[in-house]
């Protein structure tokens, strides 16, 4: 999950290669989503969310959804390695 603003350049710098990644990754076993935080201030708190962008990455199983992971701030190359080890999971 990408927790976003619209007024954060960081996040704006991240959307189109998050919309990228999300295209490659489609049919495959794992769903990348957005939640501006702005218009989702009931997630983003129960999120815990403090700062634009982070990126959570959850597992579902059950109807429960677990943390694995947050990443704070754009790291491409961080976000881009946990989908992948994610994915191979």
């Known amino acids: 999950m990408d927790f976003y603003a619209t007024w954060c350049g960081p996040c704006v710098r991240a959307a189109p290669v998050f919309a990228q990644m999300s295209q490659e990754l489609q049919g495959k076993p794992i769903e990348l989503w957005k939640v501006d935080v702005d218009g989702s201030h009931t997630i983003a708190k129960r999120q815990r969310i403090s700062c634009m962008p982070t990126f959570k990455f959850l597992r579902c199983a059950d109807g429960v959804a677990s943390e694995l992971e947050a990443v ?7 976000i881009k390695a946990s989908v992948q080890k994610y994915l191979n999971a």
């Open 72 to 78: 704070q701030g754009w790291a491409e190359m961080q």
